[in-house]
Structures are given as structure tokens and as C-alpha cells.
């Protein structure tokens, strides 16, 4: 077949878990003979927006757009010209017979139409609640609240202050730079930014326009610097103010939030064959809110590479119980949630185990220093990031991997490696986390944030009293990467009606 993967961002500007499935896919279904093509974004403001470079990966041909998030309105969030023509140009060129999108994020929703409109078959695989969630498919209040139904009055004092646009600044000199660089072959990135940081705090001015709606915070806002837009978990640190829901912004914003809704669930709804969602969760979810035929949606498990995860459980060389957390050190992972609890534990108890996190830092400084401080207080570790080979070697090291995300996780891959390694396992109860994690089967499950309930938990496992050497006497078996795999394409072919 002639398959074309559709994906946000792709390695190496983007290295989180879409992305990297998204690739993972694409060069599987290549060494399988099919012919592949790949279409994202990349931000890059020495190009035009809307211009298109290639390049290749394991036998897969990448077509990336140059989205530089210079959006004169909301709606350039989720419908863009330049990118739908750039995307034309690939369907016509490589005649998919399937498209599989991934994700839509800096993209835009005509694609799916473009797609659809094409001939092929048109399959979306559902990793977050983008569709549904302006907010980055989060569904977290900027208070960070959960929301755990969409409510377009509560969106507009949630999306007041969301960077959903470079800075006023940035979007006036970026056109600038990249007309330069294809003119002389000038790098004025550096330049830009430092011009950037000058509008930004306000020392440059010409009073023509008034700044758009974009957060203040250089961490939390889409940089003009090259590289990927921000994660798609960046979250402030701090909790916001409480907007009123009757605020001129919050009732524009509103709107607008109804006016996405309605559009994505007009293009993608209709014009998508078949929606694939890795957790029941979030298949349910979305069932109710955009009142889809359940036929249209299959739960379909993302797959887990057993070999790399293979071989025995290593004893704890002192005798510690050994507490981990892996991911990235953002709030919406909640690892300030089991640092609090771990410094709540009794001193003498907790000397009994150790508590490592290990992860990459991507969020602001503030954030990292109450991380490290309460890390300091309670004798835990943060070492740093944890390179992808050494994930089975931590995993089988870790006696308790504690996963307290604040968030509707989808299905995390850390859980199912863990579950495949027989890590036992504790969790927030949400989302796919709850529904991958069978208490008194594979690990435990407190309520979200609830810092009480987590010290309980560890304090019941310092004394031993948790069961986790009771855990995974049944088998737990995950697919394996190369079964999904074959599951996809089996999703490929269209359905003949009973």
C-alpha cells in the first residue's frame, strides 16, 4: 500500500510520545514493503511559512511544513491555508491510498477533508483530547482543574490567557528574517530573538498594534526561536488568577472555543473513516461528546517491544525499597504530588527506601526549584534524564514506579513497559492509567493529587504491608509492538457490511 503518516512533529524536533510512535510506525510499515510517506510541522523562521522541505528516515520520505505560528486569529490554530496547500501537493505527489493521522496540532483540520477527498482511506489515531480541548488536548484549566466536561463558558476563562500565537513582535520581524535568509542566506535567528525579548518587555514600540493574546512568560509562550513549538504539556507553574466567565475576553474566547468545537467535529467527524483510541477511556469519551457511530471508533492497545524489555527483576543491593518516577518534570506529571508525599513519610521510615525521579526538565525555573528543593528536604534524587536504552535497566531497578499524573492520561507507554518489566505499580485514577492498572493485580491507584492518600501508600510499602510482592501472579501480557503493528494495517483495509 501507499501509506501517508500525519503527525504534529516528528523526531528530532519532537521527541515525545506521539512523535515517536508516529515514526516508530512509519519505518515499520516500510520494512514491511509499503511504500511510506510522512507529512508535519516544523518551526523554522529563517523559511516561509508554508514552505516545505524533505528529507528521509529509514526508508520513509518526510515532507515537514514550516509552521511558524504567526496566527492573526484563533481559528489559524486549527485551519491554515498554507498548510493545506502544502499538503495537497504531497497527496498528489504520493497518491496515498491510506492517510493515518496522528495528530492535527500546528497542521490544520482540512487536511482530513483533503484526505478524504482524495480517495484514500482516511484512519486517526486519537493520543489526547486535542479535538476536543483548544488547551493543547489537556482538558486542565489553566487553574489546573481537571475539566471533566466541555463547558465553552469555563473555555473562555481558560483560554484568556493561552498562548495560542507568536508574540505581536515576533510575528513582525520573523517574515522579515525568513525573507533575508532566502535572499542572502543570512542566519538572523539569534537577532530575532534578542528583538523579541525587547518588544516583549516592552522597550520597543511603535504603538501600531496592541499585543495579541499571548502569555507573558517566555516559557509558556510559542518561541521565535528554530525548534519544535512547545511540548504538548507545557503548562504555566503557577496557577492563574480566576478569570470571570463574564470578562469581554473570556465571552470572545468562549466563542471561539464553540466555534473550534463545532468546525473539528464538522471536518474530522465527517470526513474520517475510522478513529482508532488506545484506552476504552478515552474511546467512551469521545463517543459521548461528539455522538459518533461506536463502529467508527475501535480500542486498539498501543504495542510494547518485550524483547527490549525482557530479563529478571534485579534485588535491591541494600535492601531499600526502591521508589521511582519517570517522565517529564512538568506539573501535569505530578511529580511535585509524590515529592510532598515522600517528605510527609516518617524520617526513620523512609530511610528504609530510596526515591529517584528521573526525567527531563521542561518547565520553568521556579517549577524546577520546588522540585529541588523538596527533592533536598526529603532526601530523594533527581539525576536527570534517562536515555532510552537505560529505561528496561531502570525499570527492572524500581520496586514502586509511581505515576501521579494530574491529567486524563491516554495510555501511558511508561505503565505498559513497567507492566511488561513486572514493575508494580502506583497511580493516579484517571483516565487510561486507571484502566491499565488493576489494583491488587499489577500495582495500586490513589486519587489524583491526593497527597495524604500517596504518603499512606508509600508508608504501607516501607513497612511492607503493600502486597507488591503479590502482584503479577497472572500474566499480563501486552501486544508487542510488531502485533499492533499488523493490527493497524488490518485497519487499513476497509470493513465489508455484515
Not at 530573538?193 to 514600540?205: M, N, Y
Not at 512547545?230 to 469581554?248: M, S
Amino acid at each position: 500500500m501507499r501509506i501517508l503518516i500525519v503527525s504534529h512533529n516528528l523526531p528530532p524536533h519532537g521527541n515525545a510520545g506521539t512523535e515517536t510512535y508516529a515514526a516508530d510506525l512509519a519505518r515499520a510499515l516500510s520494512v514491511r514493503g509499503h511504500q511510506v510517506a510522512a507529512f508535519a510541522a516544523v518551526k523554522d523562521i529563517r523559511r516561509r511559512d508554508g514552505s516545505v522541505r524533505e528529507r528521509s528516515d529509514g526508508g520513509v520520505a518526510i515532507h515537514e511544513v514550516v509552521n511558524n505560528l504567526y496566527h492573526a486569529t484563533f481559528a489559524g490554530t486549527w485551519e491554515n491555508a498554507s498548510v493545506e496547500r502544502a499538503f495537497a501537493a504531497v497527496l498528489r505527489a504520493h497518491r496515498p491510498d491510506v492517510v493515518h493521522v496522528q495528530h492535527l496540532m500546528y497542521l490544520s483540520s482540512g487536511c482530513v477533508r483533503l484526505a478524504h477527498e482524495s480517495g484514500a482511506r482516511v484512519v486517526f489515531t486519537l493520543h489526547d483530547y486535542w479535538l476536543t480541548c483548544a488547551r493543547l488536548g489537556q482538558r486542565v484549566h489553566a487553574d489546573r482543574s481537571i475539566c471533566h466536561e466541555v463547558v465553552f463558558t469555563r473555555c473562555g476563562t481558560c483560554l484568556v490567557d493561552f498562548a495560542w500565537t507568536q508574540p505581536w513582535a515576533a510575528r513582525a520581524v520573523g517574515p522579515v528574517i525568513a525573507a533575508l535568509h532566502e535572499t542572502t542566506g543570512l542566519d538572523l535567528s539569534d537577532t530575532a530573538r534578542r528583538v523579541r525579548l525587547r518588544f516583549e518587555r516592552g522597550s520597543v514600540s511603535d504603538g501600531t498594534e496592541s499585543p495579541p493574546r499571548t502569555a507573558s512568560r517566555a516559557d509558556d509562550s510559542a518561541s521565535i526561536e528554530n525548534g519544535a513549538p512547545p511540548p504538548a504539556h507545557a503548562i504555566a507553574a503557577e496557577v492563574r488568577p480566576a478569570i470571570d466567565a463574564d470578562d469581554p475576553r473570556a465571552r470572545d474566547m468562549a466563542e471561539q472555543a464553540r466555534v473550534r468545537w463545532e468546525a473539528l467535529r464538522a471536518v474530522v467527524g465527517a470526513h474520517v473513516d475510522l478513529f482508532l483510541s488506545p484506552s476504552r477511556f478515552l474511546r467512551d469519551r469521545f463517543l459521548a461528546e461528539w455522538n459518533l457511530d461506536p463502529a467508527r471508533i475501535d480500542l486498539l492497545r498501543f504495542g510494547v517491544d518485550r524483547a527490549l524489555f525482557s530479563g529478571a527483576r534485579s534485588p535491591s543491593p541494600d535492601g531499600r525499597l526502591r521508589v521511582g518516577f519517570l517522565g517529564t518534570l512538568v506539573p501535569l506529571k505530578g511529580p511535585h504530588v509524590l515529592l510532598e508525599a515522600w517528605s510527609r513519610v516518617p524520617t526513620a521510615l523512609r530511610a528504609r527506601g530510596r526515591l529517584v525521579l528521573r526525567g527531563p526538565a521542561r518547565h520553568g525555573k521556579a517549577y524546577q526549584d520546588q522540585l529541588l528543593d523538596l527533592a533536598r528536604r526529603s532526601g530523594a534524587e533527581i539525576p536527570g534524564p534517562l536515555a532510552r536504552a537505560d529505561v528496561p535497566a531502570f525499570l527492572h531497578a524500581t520496586d514502586l514506579l509511581v505515576v501521579p499524573s494530574l491529567w486524563f492520561e491516554n495510555s501511558p507507554l511508561t505503565i505498559q513497559e513497567a507492566m511488561v518489566c513486572r514493575t508494580p505499580l502506583c497511580v493516579s485514577d484517571l483516565g487510561g492509567m486507571a484502566e491499565l492498572v488493576v489494583p491488587g493485580e499489577t500495582g495500586l491507584r490513589f486519587p489524583a493529587g491526593d497527597v495524604a492518600a500517596l504518603t499512606e501508600i508509600l508508608v504501607s510499602a516501607l513497612e511492607g504491608r503493600a502486597g507488591l510482592d503479590r502482584l503479577y501472579a497472572q500474566s499480563t501480557e501486552l501486544p508487542t509492538f510488531d502485533e499492533h503493528v499488523e493490527q493497524i494495517l488490518s485497519r487499513y483495509v476497509a470493513r465489508t457490511p455484515a
